[in-house]
């Protein structure tokens, strides 16, 4: 299996993670292991990195990447929202969130996410699941297909679309992602900024099937609690809807006390967790040029302090 992706800012994140040679690191959407390997490549044998993955591809892909490594590695086949169970009592130095599809998962036809193939209707990213985007499709009602369409694709044409959809439906089930996008393009006005029609949509579906948006806040959260003191997380987004969440959790997260404005003293207790490092950082125009994938990407980072700071 030729499993192509391209990490993006690599570099950005070794530095933004601060790695410590005999530190653990959590690789949360270890993808084919590009990240994974860069840090492992400044551990020594006392240190280990934890990759997860929801793909089984990418986990078949990573072994072979991360195989005779000096450092321990440890790969698990599991979502993220599931950090507490797989990282029980252990701390850890440092974390990293890479989120949105792989080029590798968009780029292969026959796994549904791309608009440009005509392939089943799938975008399943744990394909051991049976939820896909078929299910979406054919059996929601026109009223939810018209909420993900306008909260997650922000579509401003899902009325439309929706509607569309569920007569299209009537005369037998939508299969493919190609019947979906002439579904689309019949119902969206051409537009002349450049953008595929069934853009949105597909993103939108993609959120609903793998719940990415609804798992992000929590799971930060986790990761954060599981961090050693110092030690920092890094996330990498790719659409606003992600990273507002992160901005929203890494303010929530860096935020003191909690009490009413008006209230003469603290009763609540509340401590901040992390102080956030710096802005969102962008790719540099050097990697735009190599991947022109990393165009919307966003960097944040953030380090876990003691409740005395």
């Known amino acids: 299996m030729d499993f192509q992706h391209k990490s993006v800012m690599l570099e950005e994140v070794i530095d933004a993670l601060k790695i410590q040679p005999d530190g653990i690191y959590l690789d949360c959407t270890l993808g084919g292991g590009g990240h994974s390997l860069k840090i492992a490549e400044a551990l020594n044998s006392a240190g280990k990195i934890i990759g997860i993955d929801q793909d089984e591809d990418a986990i078949i892909a990573a072994r072979e990447k991360l195989s005779g490594l000096k450092c321990g590695v440890e790969i698990i086949h599991s979502n993220f929202n599931e950090l507490d169970k797989i990282l029980g009592e252990r701390k850890i130095d440092g974390v990293l969130f890479d989120l949105g599809v792989s080029s590798y998962q968009i780029d292969t036809a026959e796994r549904g996410f791309s608009y440009m193939h005509d392939a089943p209707l799938d975008m399943r990213m744990d394909r051991t699941k049976n939820f896909s985007a078929f299910d979406v499709i054919n059996e929601y009602a026109e009223n939810k297909l018209v909420k993900i369409f306008s909260e997650y694709g922000e579509e401003r044409f899902s009325k439309r679309i929706a509607k569309n959809i569920v007569a299209a439906r009537k005369n037998q089930p939508i299969k493919t992602t190609g019947e979906l996008v002439k579904i689309i393009e019949r119902a969206v006005p051409k537009i002349s900024d450049g953008g595929h029609p069934a853009k949105r949509v597909f993103q939108a579906v993609r959120i609903e099937v793998n719940h990415e948006l609804e798992i992000l806040s929590e799971s930060i959260t986790a990761a954060v609690n599981h961090l050693k003191f110092g030690g920092r997380i890094a996330v990498i987004t790719f659409h606003s809807l992600e990273d507002r969440i992160i901005k929203q ?61």
Do not use: M, Y
Request: aromatic letters at 4%; charged letters at 30%; one cysteine or more.
């Open 249 to 309: 959790t890494f303010k929530n997260l860096a935020q003191g006390c909690i009490c009413p404005k008006d209230f003469p003293v603290c009763v609540c207790g509340h401590k901040a967790a992390i102080k956030i490092l710096g802005k969102a950082k962008t790719a540099t125009a050097d990697e735009l040029n190599k991947n022109s994938r990393a165009k919307s990407a966003k960097l944040r980072v953030a380090e876990k302090i003691s409740k005395e700071e």
